[in-house]
């Protein structure tokens, strides 16, 4: 039996509704994949010797970048902060203003950018290497799990590093705030670090903390689905580390919107 | 015994496989032959359950592995060993760890009984003393080898190659069949190849299945097949061009 075709007004619904439910689709698709990598995670067999590569390709491999934009972060915060709070009188408050600054916001946001970037892309396009020279098929049909093997390890792994690569760049940030605050500017140290310790307090590490750590499974999570659902050939993975890229970046700065308004 | 019955199935408007019927027999080799594009390697997807089809059954010793799911569809895969056209081999592992890894994993070995196994099966190969080499400093021939030693070593029942030999030379091509031949002889599996190599594969082969627009066109023997008067069978085997419409 062929299918009437529809009258031409009501091809753009028809369209709509198309759009509508693939779009539908594939964010269930989407959350499924998140589903299993969990539900996988949390039965054994744990694959310690993959949760230790992912930690080392998350995590040390983006010591370097997470050093150098934690220390400039630092240090233009401290200069532009500076400068402002001069205006009220206020520069003693340097230190606080860095801090806060970087714990609650600029740090886990800044951080998870930065991983990202340098190990997120990589990740999707290893995954998406191994989706099109069939390796992951080659893991299928060994009736072995690849969730098992290449997700829930790198979903485990963000968990771990993304909150450590934050708090890492918290310090060095505020350690070029101090550089350019007491060193170049002239401000005391003790007046940097003492009202630092003051105004401070548990809550606002762990508004960073628990930002860092929904960045650490969104971004693992992104990344590893868009290298699963790889389309073909060079181009298929190109594709594919640009979108997830630019969806975690996305995903990472609408997550921290309303993380910062449940938080204290 | 494999039987695949009225297998269906479309990409969108791309009708591949249109009611394919097909028996492998248990311990034999079968090889499907067909031009590029037809359809083989969509048919041996559906065999280790990679692809669904819209229509048709796959029974494996009478299980339907296009119904099953989960861990009922890894207890019929861990019957399979799978050659996969690139080699499909974890290029993040050595040679020797890539044979390791399914009875590592699959098995569940003892590292003692793994190094010996790999070994043998290296040697198996012909790939003795080259276990420590990245899959990406060896040549087309010897990872193809080293994904037969990976499929293998497990010793499975049934054994998938999809185009073993592309890419490779006549020589190679007539090693690594040659290579088939003396592993299915001292291990007994039963072979499913896809393979468009004429007339090398009708040395090896026990039963030719001839894929055409979506069904088997002609099945049998090596002989019967070569002697064929179905015209898409001679001129397949014959290599002979496609005329042009009109001529």
């Known amino acids: 039996m062929t299918e009437r075709p529809l009258p031409l007004a009501l091809r753009p619904l028809d369209a709509i509704g198309r759009w509508a439910i693939a779009g539908v689709e594939a964010l269930g698709r989407f959350g499924t994949f998140l589903g299993q990598a969990l539900g996988t995670i949390l039965t054994p067999p744990f694959k310690f010797w993959a949760f230790v590569d992912r930690i080392h390709y998350i995590g040390y491999r983006s010591l370097l970048i997470i050093l150098l934009t934690g220390g400039f972060t630092g240090m233009v915060l401290g200069l532009q902060v500076y400068f402002t709070l001069v205006r009220f009188g206020s520069e003693a408050y340097l230190g606080p203003a860095v801090a806060l600054s970087l714990i609650r916001e600029l740090g886990p946001v800044l951080a998870a950018l930065m991983v990202t970037g340098r190990a997120g892309s990589a990740l999707t396009a290893e995954i998406g290497i191994m989706r099109i020279t069939e390796q992951i098929d080659a893991l299928t049909v060994m009736a072995l799990s690849p969730i098992r093997y290449l997700v829930a390890p790198s979903i485990l792994a963000g968990l771990v590093t993304f909150p450590l690569m934050t708090a890492l760049f918290d310090a060095v940030g505020i350690f070029g705030g101090y550089l350019v605050g007491v060193e170049l500017l002239g401000l005391s140290q003790g007046t940097y670090f003492g009202e630092m310790q003051s105004f401070v307090d548990l809550s606002d590490i762990m508004t960073g903390f628990w930002k860092s750590l929904s960045f650490g499974v969104i971004v693992t999570w992104v990344c590893t689905y868009k290298g699963f659902t790889v389309g073909h050939g060079a181009e298929g993975v190109a594709k594919a580390t640009t979108d997830a890229v630019v969806l975690s970046s996305v995903l990472i700065l609408v997550w921290d919107y309303f993380m910062g308004t449940v938080l204290p | ?247």
């Open chain 2, 1 to 247: 015994m494999i039987k695949v019955e009225r297998l269906v199935k479309a990409f969108g408007r791309q009708q591949v496989l249109r009611g394919l019927d097909l028996d492998v027999a248990t311990g034999s080799i079968t090889v499907v032959i067909g031009r590029s594009g037809g359809g083989k390697s969509v048919l041996l997807r559906h065999l280790i359950g990679l692809l669904r089809p819209d229509a048709g059954r796959v029974l494996v010793d009478g299980a339907d592995v296009t119904r099953l799911h989960g861990r009922a569809l890894d207890e019929v895969r861990r019957r399979y060993g799978v050659v996969f056209q690139g080699g499909a081999l974890f290029d993040s592992m050595t040679c020797a760890g890539n044979v390791a890894f399914p009875l590592r994993e699959k098995l569940r070995l003892r590292a003692a009984e793994v190094a010996t196994r790999v070994e043998a099966a290296l040697t198996q190969v012909g790939l003795e003393g080259m276990g420590s080499k990245y899959p990406a400093e060896v040549s087309g021939g010897m990872r193809k080898r080293v994904a037969i030693a990976r499929a293998l070593v497990t010793e499975p029942e049934i054994v998938f190659f999809d185009e073993p030999t592309t890419g490779l030379d006549p020589i190679l091509v007539n090693t690594i069949h040659h290579l088939i031949l003396e592993l299915h002889r001292k291990l007994r599996f039963t072979a499913v190849m896809v393979s468009h190599e004429i007339p090398e594969i009708f040395e090896i082969a026990d039963t030719v299945a001839m894929l055409h627009e979506g069904r088997i066109a002609e099945v049998g023997p090596p002989a019967v097949i070569q002697a064929s008067p179905n015209p898409v069978v001679r001129q397949f085997i014959r290599g002979e061009p496609e005329r042009a419409e009109g001529a």
